[in-house]
Structure formats: C-alpha cells, structure tokens
C-alpha cells in the first residue's frame, strides 16, 4: 500500500529557478492538497484540489501554482523560486473535505 | 480570526508518566477537530476526529476529549515509543474548505 508518494524528497534551488513537485496518491481519493510547514508554525494549506481538473486557493497560495490532469496526481509548481519558500511541503488527500487526510513523507526544499 | 494554539510547545516525560496536551481553538462553528501524530522526517500521521463537545476518543494510551473551547490529549503511562508530535487541526463549518493546524507539541518520553 503505498498511500501518498510525492517526489522528490529533497531539492535546493537557486532564487528564480522553477521546480515542481508531484503527488500521487493510489486511494482513489477526490480530495487532494498541497501543504507547507515552516518552524514554529502550523501546517499551512497553499492549494487544494476538489476533484480532476479543479484548483482552488488555501491560505497561503501566491508564487505557488497547481494542476490536477489526472485524478492520482496533484502537482505544485514554483515559477520563480524566493528563500522564502523555503519549507516542507505536504501532500495529502483525503475521501472528502471533513475525512481523513492522509500524508505523503514531505520534500524537503531550500532555496539559495 | 479562526486560530488553533497547542501548549504546551515541548513536553518531556519520564516513562510511565501521565500527562495531557491542549489545544485551543476559536473558529466560526467548529465542524470537526482533528489529531494527528507526526515523527520526525515523516508526514503527520491520523489519530482521531471529535465533532461536538462532550466527545472522546481512546486509543491504546491516548484519549482525546473536546469541549467548546478546547481539546486535550491525555496520554497515560507513556512509553519511549509515544515520541513524537502532536498536531491539532479544527476544521469550520462555514469555510470547510479550510483547515487550521497548531504549531504542535512535541512529546519526549524518556525510559
């Protein structure tokens, strides 16, 4: 059972380089989500997906873009990476909003 | 503002020692509160959901119990395994699209 898998685990850039990380989740889950957690600092949703094909913004969603083509797989982009989207980044999805969100183990990522 | 706080940020036990984390939480109509365990280099990790006050939750060492302000998680003779930490997340009922996680308390227990 492999759950939430996100890819990669580690990544440094340099300011201004672009990346994207993947989710995919094998739960056939409608509900998907990206996340960072910063120290101090709770859990922080950047965006959210209600289903393929559909994107909505969370809390902290600006530098940040995502895409949902296929149901399994939610991706967040950075177009222009600043240090102060240095971070753990999250994935997690869930059966529905208000249900049990399951988590991928994290990237790791710092920006120079 | 909805917003969730957890105390203490760092507890240390001894073995065997019973103790209970918090969390606090002010959100317009509160749907669903949420713990979750995380460890170290891993992502957070479901343990419960309580909906309405007055609810609680066991399992093996832990007991999580909610009312209208807050929510605790009792831990009873911890063990060195029990490590970790704990996150709470509410979710509200008017934007249920939105979830408000605490900063965590992170619980060492020593043998």
């Known amino acids: 059972n492999a759950g939430v898998t996100q890819t990669p685990k580690f990544r440094v850039l340099k300011t201004g380089q672009s990346m994207t990380l993947l989710c995919a989740q094998d739960?056939?889950?409608?509900?998907m989500y990206w996340y960072r957690q910063d120290p101090g600092m709770g859990l922080r949703l950047i965006h959210y997906?209600?289903?393929?094909?559909?994107?909505a913004k969370g809390e902290v969603p600006d530098g940040y873009n995502v895409s949902r083509l296929k149901k399994q797989n939610f991706l967040l982009g950075l177009e222009s990476a600043a240090p102060s989207q240095t971070s753990v980044y999250f994935c997690?999805?869930?059966?529905?909003?208000?249900?049990?969100?399951?988590f991928g183990a994290g990237t790791r990522l710092s920006v120079l | 503002e909805d917003q969730v706080t957890q105390s203490p940020e760092a507890l240390r036990l001894q073995e065997g020692e019973s103790s209970s984390l918090n969390c606090s939480y002010t959100?317009?109509?509160?749907?669903?509160l949420f713990w979750y365990r995380q460890d170290p280099g891993k992502g957070p990790e479901f343990l419960f959901t309580?909906?309405?006050a007055g609810e609680e939750k066991e399992k093996e060492r832990l007991k999580a119990t909610l009312t209208k302000k807050e929510s605790f998680l009792h831990i009873t003779a911890p063990k060195p395994e029990d490590s970790a930490t704990y996150l709470c997340?509410?979710?509200?009922?008017?934007?249920?699209?939105?979830?408000?996680f605490g900063s965590g308390t992170k619980l060492n227990v020593k043998p």
């Open positions: 997690a999805s869930s059966y529905s909003f208000g249900n049990i969100q399951y």
């Open positions: 739960m056939n889950h409608e509900y």
């Open positions: 997906s209600v289903g393929e094909g559909t994107t």
């Open positions: 959100v317009s109509g509160l749907r669903g």
């Open positions: 309580l909906y309405s």
């Open positions: 997340a509410v979710q509200a009922r008017i934007n249920f699209n939105k979830f408000y």
